[in-house]
């Protein structure tokens, strides 16, 4: 497998505060990875060392098979910034063309790639307008454009569907799935799970700083049983933690994580042996935002 991103121990600490303590993971070739952590986190100061637009303190990475922070290591790699400033007096066209210029492209394929892309966020209509006549939702979008303008094989997103309506959004979202589809590889940070859920493969949880835990979307989470029972006792609680993990109680259900749901039917045998009334078992997928929620955990505040 060819990673695209590689990072072990990036470390960065502004003085004494500590933005992003230990950040180790993989990202493999035409992968859409998904970022998550609550705000204050250290998501944004990770995507920017993985760019190499802030050094680390520690640590080392390599992003489409270079050194982090070097010239190459960004040569291909496209960036939308979750706060994004541009020269507001340009038209949407001329901004594509200065990026574009900048990254190098030449002027014949320049005009058909901005001519491309216009056309693929739906503002071609808005082309030659000045961008200060833009709304923040025709801004994000023809940011996403620039970041892609030169064709690169990685994009990180920062944000990318925050300041969109409902039709913005699934337009993105297509967007970045047709980049899997040509193999582009996209490192997705977003705070709307459902966008997260409905386009990554994978995804990593962030707090204070730290990877705690990575999952596949793409393989489905490990799946929750909900039991309705006649009465929900300690030694029945205690039973089932050998099935899974029991995630809430009342006195007479049981929420609990099973790791297939081929496991039910073992589950149910063993509370019918064990002399329990059984008025309901109903398995149900979680969530991103459920799983989010657990891995993050109760100690996590809003930020």
Not at 45 to 61: D, E, H, N, Q, S
Not at 89 to 98: I, N
Not at 141 to 155: E, S, T
Request: some cysteine; glycine content about 12%.
């Amino acid at each position: 497998m060819a990673w695209v991103i590689e990072a072990e121990g990036l470390r960065k600490a502004f003085g004494d505060k500590v933005a992003v303590a230990d950040l180790s993971l993989r990202v493999a070739e035409g992968e859409i990875f998904g970022f998550l952590g609550p705000n204050g986190a250290g998501k944004t100061t990770a995507m920017k060392m993985l760019l190499g637009l802030v050094r680390p303190t520690a640590g080392r990475g390599r992003v489409l098979g270079h050194p982090v922070g070097s010239r190459e290591s960004r040569r291909w790699a496209g960036f939308l910034p979750e706060h994004f400033r541009f020269h507001d007096w340009m038209t949407g066209r001329e901004l594509l063309d200065f990026h574009g210029r900048l990254h190098g492209v030449g002027a014949a394929a320049r005009g058909e790639r901005i001519a491309d892309l216009l056309a693929q966020v739906d503002l071609t209509d808005a082309a030659d307008r000045p961008l200060r006549t833009y709304s923040k939702g025709m801004q994000q979008r023809l940011g996403l454009a620039q970041a892609l303008i030169h064709r690169p094989r990685l994009v990180f997103l920062d944000e990318p569907t925050s300041g969109l309506d409902p039709i913005g959004r699934i337009l993105v979202r297509d967007i970045i799935l047709r980049l899997r589809g040509e193999g582009i590889t996209a490192f997705f940070n977003s705070h709307i799970l459902g966008d997260v859920e409905a386009v990554c493969d994978r995804v990593a949880f962030l707090k204070r700083g730290q990877i705690i835990h990575e999952t596949s979307l793409r393989e489905g989470f490990a799946p929750e049983l909900h039991l309705t029972l006649g009465a929900v006792s300690a030694e029945l609680v205690n039973g089932l933690a050998s099935f899974g993990k029991t995630l809430r109680t009342t006195e007479r259900e049981v929420w609990m994580r099973v790791a297939a749901e081929a496991d039910v039917p073992e589950v149910v045998r063993w509370l019918v042996g064990q002399g329990a009334a059984i008025y309901g078992a109903r398995v149900q997928r979680p969530s991103l935002e459920t799983l989010f929620l657990e891995t993050m955990g109760p100690d996590e505040r809003a930020g």
